[in-house]
């Protein structure tokens, strides 16, 4: 039972690393143990049980073991996890050991709240441009950045290398906005603008959309109501199963 850094190509350390094709439910879960980990390293300890780091991250430990086996970790029994080792290794395979340079496009409601959010260079992402199409925001200084005219996009992406771009216009401008980060050498977006984007193969788009998690939460209550609504032991029967 050992933890090691990933190695290189054919298994060798040094080079290029190779990564591990991961299942993209570990990849999205992978956040989540390295902000439990963080917290666990803040709070003084230097190792942690599969079950601790389970319970701070809420998942099953079943399924934490098996996420960390991909990456090599594998504890040591009776000791747990190394926190620091463990830190390193996650950041190693999210590819978190630079400083990734973002860029936002449209500086709205959302797109203000999202530029001044601190938690974004805490977590290893740099807010290194804002871009709005409003030439009333062009010049607007947010959190050390002046919002600048989407058409200086391909410029500053070049001069700045960013490598995400962050969508927070209005559905309508995403995807010629998207197809302008794509243009600028950009492969990987965040989309908060509720409609789907075209993009060419290896362009990666993640969305994030908090109507849709309302949405199924409004099922999970719509569910609930209509199993209390059952002649009360089918509803018992039902909320058991
Ligand atoms: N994902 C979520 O959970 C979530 C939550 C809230 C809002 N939204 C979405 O985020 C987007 C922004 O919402 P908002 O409330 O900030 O809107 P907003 O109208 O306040 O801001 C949109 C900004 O985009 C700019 N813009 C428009 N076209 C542009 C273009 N082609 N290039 C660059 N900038 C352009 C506008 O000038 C404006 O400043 C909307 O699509 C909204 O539906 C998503």
Redesign the pocket.
């Known amino acids: 039972m050992s933890q090691h850094r990933p190695t290189g190509p054919n298994g060798r350390s040094g080079g290029v690393p190779a990564l591990p094709d991961l299942p993209e439910a570990t990849v999205a879960r992978l956040p989540e143990y390295l902000r439990a980990l963080h917290h666990i390293a803040e709070t003084g300890n230097d190792t942690i049980s599969s079950e601790g780091l389970a319970a701070a991250a809420g998942v099953n430990s079943a399924k934490l073991r098996k996420d960390l086996s991909h990456l090599g970790s594998y504890g040591t029994r009776g000791v747990g996890y190394d926190v620091a080792l463990l830190i390193d290794q996650i950041e190693f395979t999210l590819g978190l050991t630079q400083r990734r340079a973002v860029a936002l ?7 203000h709240a999202l530029a001044g959010y601190a938690g974004f260079a805490s977590r290893g992402f740099r807010i290194a441009a804002l ?4 030439q009333a ?1 062009v010049g607007e200084p947010i959190n050390g950045l002046d919002v600048r005219h ?1 058409s200086e996009l391909a410029t500053v992406a070049a001069a700045e290398s960013i490598a995400i771009g962050v969508i ?4 309508a ?1 995403a995807q ?2 998207a197809d302008a980060l794509v243009a600028a050498g950009v492969t990987s977006i965040l989309n ?3 409609c789907v984007l075209s993009v060419p193969e290896g362009v990666d788009v993640r969305k ?4 849709i998690e309302l949405q199924i939460l409004s099922f999970h209550e719509h569910r609930k109501s209509a199993l209390t609504s059952l002649p009360g032991g089918l509803a018992e029967e039902a909320v058991g199963t």
């Open positions: 496009v449209g500086v709205g409601n959302l797109g871009f709005d199409a409003d925001r989407i927070a216009t209005p559905a401008a010629d906005v908060f603008a509720p994030v959309d908090l109507a």
